[in-house]
């Protein structure tokens, strides 16, 4: 698989925390694409926008929160 990243833009963790660069897209293969985009190898069950990409890697977001108990 390969993940189009998007250095440009930010990936956030739900509290709001910088994590690293946007994948903005997930493609069996690669395809034409302007800069500063670019691709790389990513894990077959990476999502784009559920993912980010930091040094080299691609991660998962941490999941949110849970809802806190309603009394």
């Not at 998007?6 to 946007?22: D, K, M, Q, V």
């Not at 500063?36 to 930091?54: G, I, R």
Request: hydrophobic share 30%.
């Amino acid at each position: 698989m390969k993940a189009l990243i998007s250095p440009n833009e930010i990936a956030y963790s739900y509290e709001g925390t910088p994590l690293g660069e946007r994948i903005a897209q997930v493609s069996d293969s690669e395809f034409p694409i302007a800069p500063p985009l670019f691709w790389t190898d990513c894990p077959d069950d990476c999502v784009a926008d559920l993912w980010y990409y930091l040094n080299g890697q691609c991660l998962p977001k941490p999941l949110p929160p849970e809802p806190e108990p309603q009394e």
